[in-house]
Protein backbone atom coordinates (compact mmCIF):
# COMPACT_ATOMS: atom_id res chain seq x y z
CA UNK A 1 0.00 0.00 0.00
CA UNK A 2 1.49 3.57 -1.43
CA UNK A 3 2.46 5.67 1.79
CA UNK A 4 0.62 8.94 2.42
CA UNK A 5 4.04 10.85 1.93
CA UNK A 6 5.11 8.77 -0.87
CA UNK A 7 1.78 9.90 -2.50
CA UNK A 8 2.42 13.95 -1.79
CA UNK A 9 6.03 13.26 -3.71
CA UNK A 10 4.09 11.69 -6.51
CA UNK A 11 1.48 14.31 -7.04
CA UNK A 12 4.00 17.34 -6.44
CA UNK A 13 6.38 15.25 -9.27
CA UNK A 14 3.03 15.24 -11.52
CA UNK A 15 2.77 19.07 -10.76
CA UNK A 16 6.06 19.81 -11.19
CA UNK A 17 5.61 18.28 -15.03
CA UNK A 18 2.46 19.43 -15.55
CA UNK A 19 3.68 22.96 -15.15
CA UNK A 20 6.98 23.01 -17.47
CA UNK A 21 5.54 20.53 -20.08
CA UNK A 22 2.79 23.44 -19.68
CA UNK A 23 5.21 26.19 -20.21
CA UNK A 24 7.52 24.82 -23.02
CA UNK A 25 4.62 23.91 -24.90
CA UNK A 26 3.20 27.42 -24.67
CA UNK A 27 6.60 28.18 -26.69
CA UNK A 28 4.43 27.48 -29.29
CA UNK A 29 2.31 29.80 -31.58
CA UNK A 30 0.34 29.58 -34.73
CA UNK A 31 0.16 32.61 -36.83
CA UNK A 32 -3.23 34.92 -36.53
CA UNK A 33 -3.68 35.06 -40.24
CA UNK A 34 -3.56 31.95 -42.97
CA UNK A 35 -1.19 33.39 -45.41
CA UNK A 36 0.13 31.90 -48.25
CA UNK A 37 2.48 30.06 -46.92
CA UNK A 38 1.75 27.80 -43.67
CA UNK A 39 4.49 28.24 -40.81
CA UNK A 40 4.85 27.36 -36.87
CA UNK A 41 5.35 30.23 -34.86
CA UNK A 42 7.91 29.50 -31.66
CA UNK A 43 9.16 32.51 -29.11
CA UNK A 44 12.97 31.67 -27.69
CA UNK A 45 15.70 34.23 -27.02
CA UNK A 46 12.98 36.79 -27.36
CA UNK A 47 12.39 36.17 -30.82
CA UNK A 48 9.85 34.78 -33.12
CA UNK A 49 10.59 31.84 -34.79
CA UNK A 50 8.85 30.84 -38.15
CA UNK A 51 9.62 27.11 -38.82
CA UNK A 52 8.37 25.69 -41.97
CA UNK A 53 6.96 22.32 -41.76
CA UNK A 54 6.90 19.67 -44.74
CA UNK A 55 4.58 17.28 -43.91
CA UNK A 56 5.35 14.56 -46.58
CA UNK A 57 8.67 14.19 -44.96
CA UNK A 58 9.06 12.42 -41.49
CA UNK A 59 12.09 14.43 -40.77
CA UNK A 60 10.87 17.38 -41.88
CA UNK A 61 7.95 18.01 -38.96
CA UNK A 62 8.99 19.45 -35.66
CA UNK A 63 8.61 17.29 -32.45
CA UNK A 64 7.60 18.45 -29.23
CA UNK A 65 11.09 17.09 -27.87
CA UNK A 66 13.32 19.63 -29.80
CA UNK A 67 11.20 22.22 -28.31
CA UNK A 68 11.84 20.57 -24.74
CA UNK A 69 15.72 21.13 -25.42
CA UNK A 70 15.14 24.68 -27.05
CA UNK A 71 13.42 25.52 -23.55
CA UNK A 72 16.63 23.76 -21.57
CA UNK A 73 18.94 25.60 -23.68
CA UNK A 74 17.36 29.20 -23.55
CA UNK A 75 16.21 28.05 -19.68
CA UNK A 76 20.19 27.38 -18.50
CA UNK A 77 22.15 29.31 -21.24
CA UNK A 78 24.28 30.76 -18.48
CA UNK A 79 25.32 26.75 -16.93
CA UNK A 80 25.44 25.88 -20.49
CA UNK A 81 26.54 28.49 -22.48
CA UNK A 82 26.97 28.25 -26.32
CA UNK A 83 28.58 31.45 -27.00
CA UNK A 84 31.38 30.69 -29.23
CA UNK A 85 31.11 27.06 -29.16
CA UNK A 86 31.19 24.44 -31.40
CA UNK A 87 27.84 22.94 -32.25
CA UNK A 88 27.10 20.02 -34.04
CA UNK A 89 23.08 19.15 -34.38
CA UNK A 90 21.72 15.69 -35.77
CA UNK A 91 19.23 15.04 -37.02
CA UNK A 92 18.00 18.34 -36.99
CA UNK A 93 15.19 18.09 -38.99
CA UNK A 94 13.16 21.80 -39.49
CA UNK A 95 16.03 23.56 -37.96
CA UNK A 96 14.59 25.10 -34.68
CA UNK A 97 17.14 23.97 -32.31
CA UNK A 98 19.94 24.67 -34.99
CA UNK A 99 18.21 28.27 -35.11
CA UNK A 100 17.95 28.47 -30.95
CA UNK A 101 21.56 27.22 -30.59
CA UNK A 102 22.71 30.14 -33.10
CA UNK A 103 20.94 33.00 -31.53
CA UNK A 104 22.37 31.52 -28.20
CA UNK A 105 25.80 32.42 -29.96
CA UNK A 106 27.07 29.31 -31.27
CA UNK A 107 28.76 27.98 -34.31
CA UNK A 108 26.90 25.64 -35.43
CA UNK A 109 26.71 22.58 -38.05
CA UNK A 110 23.34 21.48 -38.32
CA UNK A 111 22.96 18.12 -40.27
CA UNK A 112 20.24 16.00 -41.69
CA UNK A 113 19.49 13.50 -44.97
CA UNK A 114 19.53 15.12 -48.00
CA UNK A 115 16.13 15.37 -48.55
CA UNK A 116 15.57 17.01 -45.73
CA UNK A 117 17.95 19.67 -46.65
CA UNK A 118 16.10 22.61 -48.48
CA UNK A 119 13.52 22.75 -45.62
CA UNK A 120 16.26 22.55 -43.32
CA UNK A 121 18.36 25.72 -44.88
CA UNK A 122 15.07 27.25 -45.60
CA UNK A 123 14.49 27.85 -42.19
CA UNK A 124 17.86 28.29 -40.55
CA UNK A 125 18.46 31.26 -43.16
CA UNK A 126 15.47 32.44 -42.16
CA UNK A 127 15.37 32.25 -38.81
CA UNK A 128 19.78 33.59 -38.48
CA UNK A 129 20.01 35.97 -41.19
CA UNK A 130 21.18 39.23 -39.30
CA UNK A 131 20.20 38.33 -36.13
CA UNK A 132 23.20 35.70 -35.43
CA UNK A 133 26.49 36.42 -35.26
CA UNK A 134 27.69 32.50 -36.69
CA UNK A 135 24.87 31.65 -39.22
CA UNK A 136 24.99 27.88 -38.54
CA UNK A 137 25.97 25.97 -41.36
CA UNK A 138 23.03 23.31 -42.90
CA UNK A 139 25.27 20.07 -44.21
CA UNK A 140 24.42 16.29 -45.25
CA UNK A 141 24.53 13.80 -42.76
CA UNK A 142 24.60 10.32 -42.83
CA UNK A 143 25.03 8.33 -39.71
CA UNK A 144 27.24 5.71 -39.63
CA UNK A 145 28.34 6.59 -43.38
CA UNK A 146 31.87 8.75 -44.09
CA UNK A 147 31.23 10.46 -41.04
CA UNK A 148 35.54 10.08 -40.23
CA UNK A 149 36.11 11.88 -43.64
CA UNK A 150 33.48 14.50 -43.65
CA UNK A 151 34.26 15.27 -39.70
CA UNK A 152 37.80 14.39 -39.02
CA UNK A 153 38.30 14.75 -35.20
CA UNK A 154 41.73 16.81 -36.11
CA UNK A 155 39.34 19.59 -37.58
CA UNK A 156 35.89 19.05 -36.41
CA UNK A 157 36.71 19.47 -32.46
CA UNK A 158 32.67 19.76 -31.16
CA UNK A 159 32.10 21.01 -27.50
CA UNK A 160 28.56 20.03 -27.89
CA UNK A 161 26.31 17.52 -29.63
CA UNK A 162 22.50 18.34 -29.80
CA UNK A 163 19.97 16.12 -31.05
CA UNK A 164 16.24 15.53 -30.39
CA UNK A 165 13.84 12.93 -31.40
CA UNK A 166 16.61 10.70 -33.38
CA UNK A 167 15.49 7.67 -31.57
CA UNK A 168 12.45 6.25 -32.97
CA UNK A 169 11.67 2.91 -34.84
CA UNK A 170 14.34 2.93 -37.16
CA UNK A 171 16.67 0.95 -38.85
CA UNK A 172 19.64 2.74 -38.34
CA UNK A 173 20.63 3.07 -34.53
CA UNK A 174 23.40 1.21 -34.69
CA UNK A 175 24.32 3.57 -36.89
CA UNK A 176 23.14 6.81 -34.87
CA UNK A 177 24.97 4.92 -31.55
CA UNK A 178 28.48 5.03 -33.81
CA UNK A 179 27.85 8.62 -35.06
CA UNK A 180 27.58 9.95 -31.35
CA UNK A 181 30.75 7.69 -30.42
CA UNK A 182 32.76 9.22 -33.21
CA UNK A 183 31.71 12.89 -32.60
CA UNK A 184 31.85 12.88 -28.64
CA UNK A 185 35.57 13.42 -28.01
CA UNK A 186 36.90 13.90 -24.38
CA UNK A 187 35.67 17.53 -23.61
CA UNK A 188 32.31 17.07 -25.92
CA UNK A 189 28.84 17.00 -24.01
CA UNK A 190 26.01 15.09 -25.49
CA UNK A 191 22.56 17.01 -24.60
CA UNK A 192 19.72 14.88 -26.12
CA UNK A 193 15.94 14.94 -25.83
CA UNK A 194 14.27 11.77 -26.60
CA UNK A 195 10.25 10.95 -26.92
CA UNK A 196 9.90 7.04 -25.78
CA UNK A 197 7.51 5.24 -27.73
CA UNK A 198 8.36 1.91 -28.00
CA UNK A 199 11.19 -0.75 -26.91
CA UNK A 200 13.97 0.37 -29.20
CA UNK A 201 13.99 3.45 -27.62
CA UNK A 202 14.36 2.03 -23.89
CA UNK A 203 17.00 -0.35 -25.24
CA UNK A 204 18.93 2.04 -27.25
CA UNK A 205 19.07 4.16 -23.85
CA UNK A 206 20.51 1.18 -22.27
CA UNK A 207 22.94 0.88 -24.85
CA UNK A 208 24.06 4.31 -24.83
CA UNK A 209 24.90 4.26 -20.71
CA UNK A 210 27.41 1.57 -21.71
CA UNK A 211 29.12 3.77 -23.86
CA UNK A 212 28.69 7.06 -21.84
CA UNK A 213 27.96 8.55 -18.77
CA UNK A 214 24.06 10.06 -18.50
CA UNK A 215 22.74 11.91 -16.44
CA UNK A 216 19.02 13.24 -16.49
CA UNK A 217 18.17 16.81 -16.87
CA UNK A 218 14.53 16.52 -17.40
CA UNK A 219 11.84 13.83 -17.15
CA UNK A 220 8.63 14.49 -18.49
CA UNK A 221 5.97 11.94 -18.38
CA UNK A 222 3.16 13.64 -19.41
CA UNK A 223 5.14 14.31 -22.56
CA UNK A 224 6.55 10.96 -22.80
CA UNK A 225 10.29 12.91 -22.86
CA UNK A 226 13.17 12.68 -21.17
CA UNK A 227 16.22 14.81 -21.94
CA UNK A 228 20.02 14.00 -21.12
CA UNK A 229 23.44 15.12 -20.38
CA UNK A 230 25.95 12.69 -21.78
CA UNK A 231 29.56 12.51 -21.74
CA UNK A 232 32.39 10.09 -22.57
CA UNK A 233 33.24 7.20 -20.50
CA UNK A 234 37.34 7.37 -20.01
CA UNK A 235 38.68 5.34 -22.62
CA UNK A 236 40.14 2.67 -20.56
CA UNK A 237 37.36 2.30 -19.14
CA UNK A 238 35.44 1.58 -22.48
CA UNK A 239 38.16 -0.80 -23.82
CA UNK A 240 37.61 -3.30 -20.94
Not at 41 to 49: N, P, V
Request: hydrophobic fraction near 40%; charged fraction near 25%; glycine fraction near 4%.
Amino acid sequence: MESPQSKDTTEEGAAVDAELAKAIMARGFRPSVIGVEAWEGYLFSDLEIKIKESTDLYGAVLWPSAMVLCHFLETYRDKYNLVEKNVIELGAGTGLVSIVAGLLGAKVTSTDLPDVLGNLQYNVLRNTRDRCKYTPVVTELIWGQEVEKRFPRATHCFDYILAADVVYSHPYLKELMDTFDYLCQENTQILWAMRFRLDPENSFVDLFKQRFNVEELYNLPSLSINLYRAWRKERRTQDQ
